[in-house]
């Protein structure tokens, strides 16, 4: 499927671009006080080594603006600052040294303020995203288009942006989020139409890993389809790690990013004598420690009895057809060895590091 993106400025996040032509970055944010520094490091490092492309904390009061400089010095990955009802915690995030600022119009104060935040920002080269919530639109727009309406978040967001540029700030990211899809489908086909600053798409309060994934993949596949979108978040209630996981898959079953390990298995039946579900998620447990020294992509089809396999299992780059109490090996249509089933996972990871050329 060739998808033709919306025409958007880029901008600079770190070292990370977003918008124009550059590719669609994954987000998460991080899920620690940010006040406990050991501890949100080590979780921003999880989602480094999951290939989350830039990642976002929470700065809720001044103790946790000034624990970002720590956090900064000891990660590598772009860093957003989320701040609300309190414009001078931005400051204080942009003297830490983030590379991204995240403000919601509805609550971070007033207009004096936000023009504070534009010229610091400006002077730092750190672009500014206007994160319009559904849950903290102002009243007087609520009370315009009768509530929280695709309506109400599109003029909210392009009242905000306009501030910015007010102030001479052109560095801007526009999201416009709500725990409705069609809400937020719409409000984003509004605003995608008013302006060219680059989209980061995601659904808020999307639910659990469960619910949510499958609202957020509607949603955010949706529109990335339509060519609206230049980074994206899932929102989920549990682990980050799960919510660059989620994304990535996104962007690779829209074939917007490169699949470095495509995994195909059955969704086993009555004749699957092997616990296919262990072996596939043990699998997909190791192959983040894979990726960064993967050279090209691959194709792993783990299959759970004698119908499908043996066809999948040889048009795979790496295959396992599965029997009773054991498998047989496929490497690039050949069959290699048979394997006991207590040598599945250890035999696939193997061979995903020895074809990808990863010595990891």
Same mark, same amino acid.
């Given at each position: !499927?060739?998808?033709?993106?919306?025409?958007?400025?880029? $901008?600079?996040?770190?070292?990370?671009?977003?918008? @124009?032509?550059?590719?669609?970055?994954?987000?998460? !944010?991080?899920?620690?006080?940010?006040?406990?520094?050991?501890?949100?490091?080590?979780?921003?490092?999880?989602?480094?080594?999951?290939?989350?492309?830039?990642? /976002?904390?929470?700065?809720?009061?001044?103790?946790?603006?000034?624990?970002?400089?720590?956090?900064?010095?000891?990660?590598?990955?772009?860093?957003?600052?989320?701040?609300?009802?309190?414009?001078?915690?931005?400051?204080?995030?942009?003297? *830490?040294?983030?590379?991204?600022?995240?403000?919601?119009?509805?609550?971070?104060?007033?207009? +004096? @303020? $936000?023009?504070?935040?534009?010229?610091?920002?400006?002077?730092?080269?750190?672009?500014?995203?206007?994160?319009?919530?559904?849950?903290?639109?102002?009243? /007087?727009?609520?009370?315009?288009?009768?509530?929280?309406?695709?309506?109400?978040?599109?003029?909210?967001?392009?009242?905000?942006? #306009?501030?910015?540029?007010? *102030?001479?700030?052109?560095?801007?990211?526009?999201?416009?989020?709500?725990?409705?899809?069609?809400?937020?489908?719409?409000?984003?086909?509004?605003?995608?139409?008013?302006?060219?600053?680059?989209?980061?798409?995601?659904?808020?309060?999307?639910?659990?890993?469960?619910?949510?994934?499958?609202?957020?993949?509607?949603?955010?596949?949706?529109?990335?389809?339509?060519?609206?979108?230049?980074?994206?978040?899932?929102?989920?209630?549990?682990?980050?790690?799960?919510?660059?996981?989620?994304?990535?898959?996104?962007?690779?079953?829209?074939? !917007?990013?490169?699949?470095? $390990?495509?995994?195909?298995?059955?969704?086993?039946?009555?004749?699957?004598?092997?616990?296919?579900? #262990? $072996?596939?998620?043990?699998?997909?447990?190791?192959?983040?420690?894979?990726?960064?020294?993967?050279?090209?992509?691959?194709?792993?089809?783990? !299959?759970?009895?004698?119908?499908?396999?043996?066809?999948?299992?040889?048009?795979?780059?790496?295959?396992?057809?599965?029997?009773?109490?054991?498998?047989?090996?496929?490497?690039?249509?050949?069959?290699?060895?048979?394997?006991?089933?207590?040598?599945?996972?250890?035999?696939?990871?193997?061979?995903?590091?020895?074809?990808?050329?990863? +010595?990891?």
């Amino acid at each position: !499927m060739e998808i033709k993106r919306r025409k958007s400025r880029r $901008v600079n996040v770190g070292t990370v671009q977003i918008g @124009g032509d550059a590719p669609v970055s994954v987000q998460s !944010m991080t899920k620690t006080d940010t006040r406990d520094v050991k501890a949100t490091i080590e979780q921003i490092a999880r989602l480094e080594e999951i290939g989350c492309d830039i990642v /976002r904390v929470a700065v809720p009061d001044v103790e946790a603006a000034e624990a970002l400089r720590l956090i900064r010095k000891a990660t590598r990955v772009p860093l957003v600052a989320d701040i609300h009802f309190d414009y001078r915690l931005a400051l204080r995030a942009l003297e *830490a040294g983030v590379d991204k600022l995240r403000i919601n119009p509805g609550n971070i104060g007033p207009r +004096s @303020g $936000v023009e504070e935040i534009a010229r610091e920002a400006a002077s730092r080269g750190v672009p500014i995203r206007v994160g319009v919530n559904a849950g903290s639109l102002d009243r /007087r727009l609520l009370d315009k288009y009768g509530g929280r309406t695709a309506d109400a978040l599109a003029e909210s967001a392009i009242e905000s942006a #306009k501030i910015l540029e007010d *102030a001479g700030f052109g560095d801007i990211v526009i999201s416009l989020k709500a725990s409705d899809p069609a809400t937020t489908i719409d409000a984003y086909r509004l605003v995608a139409k008013a302006c060219e600053y680059p989209l980061h798409v995601g659904l808020t309060e999307a639910g659990s890993p469960r619910s949510g994934t499958v609202k957020s993949a509607i949603v955010i596949g949706l529109l990335l389809a339509e060519g609206i979108g230049d980074t994206i978040r899932v929102s989920l209630t549990g682990d980050p790690v799960e919510e660059v996981r989620v994304g990535r898959e996104i962007l690779m079953t829209l074939g !917007m990013r490169g699949r470095e $390990v495509e995994i195909i298995s059955c969704p086993t039946c009555g004749r699957c004598k092997v616990d296919l579900r #262990k $072996v596939v998620r043990e699998v997909e447990d190791k192959i983040p420690g894979i990726l960064p020294n993967l050279r090209f992509p691959l194709k792993v089809a783990i !299959m759970g009895c004698e119908v499908n396999g043996p066809g999948e299992a040889r048009d795979a780059d790496i295959g396992l057809a599965c029997g009773k109490g054991g498998g047989i090996l496929f490497i690039k249509g050949e069959m290699v060895r048979r394997l006991n089933e207590d040598e599945f996972v250890d035999a696939l990871v193997g061979e995903i590091k020895k074809m990808g050329g990863s +010595s990891g």
